[in-house]
């Protein structure tokens, strides 16, 4: 039988996860391992293209119960503030979390 969650747990153990820490809305912070994809967003609007600064976080649930809009990640010595609703995988173990620099 395969347990998803401990190979998500052994997946953010790995080198490609990173510390970082999680400050909600009202609530202090709390140490997190996020596995980062930090690169420019290009939005088409008509024939225009916008780049615009952007980073995604795949968070696990064990670590961060309800992520929010306007939540902080801190990691790498940069800030970002979370927008946009997280959404979570099919088995419910991981959130993908928008973020901007803050």
């Known amino acids: 039988m395969i347990d998803f969650a401990a190979d998500v ?5 790995q080198e490609m996860a990173v510390y970082g820490v999680d400050t909600p809305s009202g609530v202090g912070p709390a140490s ?4 980062p994809r ?6 088409r609007f008509g024939e225009m293209q916008l780049v615009s600064e952007r980073a995604v976080f795949l968070v696990q ?3 961060v ?3 929010g809009v306007g939540d902080t990640i801190v990691t790498g010595g940069a800030t970002y503030t979370v927008q946009g609703a997280p959404v979570r995988d099919a088995r419910r173990l991981w959130w993908t979390v928008e973020a901007v620099p803050a």
Do not use: K, S, T, Y
Request: aromatic share 4%.
């Open 9 to 13: 747990a052994a997946i953010f153990g």
């Open 32 to 35: 997190i391992r996020v596995i």
């Open 38 to 43: 930090l690169d420019d967003a290009e939005p």
């Open 61 to 63: 649930v064990a670590d």
């Open 65 to 67: 119960a309800q992520p």
